[in-house]
């Protein structure tokens, strides 16, 4: 297990540290946002470290490092039986794209989604993962949200898959499927925020006797699954098979794996896996999709007005007579999608530059689609 011990210390007190000072706009930290680690290293504890709950050895809470991948040296021989969804959460942190990991700030935009996730699911545990703990004003806060708690794990169940290396963003696919596998809950990318209670999700009434959901990604004629909000519960079936379908894992071909195979595998099995539409997670999608794109979410000014909030009619508090406080939403409500949304996917390889501009100044006092939407579950101070 990494430690904090008195190894020669650098930048900032850490220990045997590589340290990257983030730029946010390589390849590389573009996959990190999506919650991929893209490569750790540990910081001398800040104060919120030590008033935190202690690190969890993820050796004990997941499995060690060098047990093989193989279902059955981690997990029951069979699969659980159809139950709720635990309402636990899963974020993992990015440590750079490399074998090496290393230690990277956490922004403002990650604290933020934590935040509402927090505020809006009332979870009863929120999990992060990491490989090197990440450091900053904002992980600091981070730690202080209820909940939370630090989850260290063995660099290399992050490198390898079945035999097969692993570099970028395959580093967190494979994370979250073991952690759901192994606790359930629900995973979310950093990238996501959270707007609406996600609990009538986590039941056996919505769920009709699966064990999983995700949300449709299909464009054009490309059936694809998006794995940025994950639901299950322990032991699943549908994510066994779909775990089990990385034994011919091509580090290349990021698609494949981490979103074409679920539909092959739905296919298949249509009982295993709720299937939820578009908008329950992405009701802007990049750049050429309909509901209008995700750019337009960061617009500042007059056309604020002209872009219409998909799926978000019916929230608590909100539409035409709501009386939220904020008379931004009075009219802007579209009543014409039966689908609601529970959270918003913010396609950090796309507005990367615009999550990483946020801060709580401009988040409270910019007139902006995605400001707004955060003061829903993070309210401004006054």
């Known amino acids: 297990q990494a430690g904090r011990g008195s190894a020669a210390r650098g930048r900032r007190g850490r220990p045997n540290s590589v340290v990257r000072e983030p730029s946010w706009l390589d390849q590389q930290s573009v996959a990190a946002i999506e919650g991929r680690p893209t490569g750790g290293a540990d910081a001398a504890p800040s104060q919120a470290e030590l008033d935190a709950p202690p690190e969890i050895d993820g050796s004990e809470f997941i499995k060690p490092g060098d047990v093989p991948d193989n279902l059955e040296h981690w997990l029951p021989d069979e699969a659980s039986a159809p139950a709720d969804v635990p309402n636990i959460l899963h974020f993992v942190a990015d440590n750079g794209p490399d074998p090496t990991p290393v230690?990277?700030?956490?922004?403002?935009?990650?604290?933020?989604?934590?935040?509402?996730?927090?505020?809006?699911?009332?979870?009863?545990?929120?999990?992060?993962?990491?490989?090197?703990?990440?450091?900053?004003e904002w992980w600091d806060k981070t730690l202080k949200l209820k909940g939370v708690q630090r989850i260290r794990l063995d660099n290399r169940l992050y490198t390898g898959f079945y035999g097969h290396p692993v570099t970028g963003p395959h580093m967190s696919d494979k994370i979250r499927l073991m952690v759901l596998l192994k606790h359930g809950g629900v995973y979310f990318d950093n990238d996501v925020l959270s707007i609406r209670n996600i609990q009538p999700l986590l039941s056996q009434s919505s769920m009709g006797g699966s064990c999983?959901?995700?949300?449709?990604?299909?464009?054009?004629?490309?059936?694809?699954?998006?794995?940025a909000v994950i639901g299950a519960i322990p032991n699943c079936k549908f994510l066994r098979l779909w775990w089990?379908?990385?034994?011919?894992?091509?580090?290349?071909?990021?698609?494949?794996?981490?979103?074409?195979?679920?539909?092959?595998?739905?296919?298949?099995?249509?009982?295993?896996?709720?299937?939820?539409?578009?908008?329950?997670?992405?009701?802007?999608?990049?750049?050429?999709?309909?509901?209008?794109?995700?750019?337009?979410?960061?617009?500042?000014?007059?056309?604020?007005?002209?872009?219409?909030?998909?799926?978000?009619?019916?929230?608590?508090?909100?539409?035409?007579?709501?009386?939220?406080?904020?008379?931004?939403?009075v009219g802007r409500i579209p009543r014409r999608h039966a689908e609601p949304t529970y959270a918003l996917h913010l396609f950090g390889h796309i507005n990367l530059g615009a999550l990483m501009a946020l801060n709580e100044t401009t988040r409270c006092h910019e007139d902006t689609l995605f400001n707004h939407m955060t003061r829903l579950s993070v309210p401004c101070p006054p």
């Open 244 to 329: 089990q379908n990385y034994t011919d894992f091509d580090d290349k071909n990021w698609i494949e794996h981490s979103m074409a195979r679920p539909v092959a595998l739905h296919r298949e099995h249509p009982g295993l896996l709720q299937l939820l539409p578009q908008l329950t997670f992405e009701p802007y999608g990049p750049q050429t999709w309909k509901p209008p794109a995700s750019q337009s979410l960061f617009a500042v000014g007059a056309n604020v007005t002209e872009v219409d909030l998909a799926g978000l009619q019916g929230l608590p508090g909100m539409g035409d007579d709501a009386n939220t406080g904020d008379r931004f939403w």
């Open 212 to 227: 999983a959901f995700m949300g449709d990604e299909t464009s054009k004629d490309f059936p694809k699954f998006s794995n």
């Open 103 to 136: 230690a990277v700030e956490w922004p403002y935009f990650q604290y933020l989604h934590v935040q509402s996730a927090v505020t809006t699911h009332s979870p009863d545990k929120v999990y992060v993962y990491y490989r090197a703990q990440p450091y900053g």
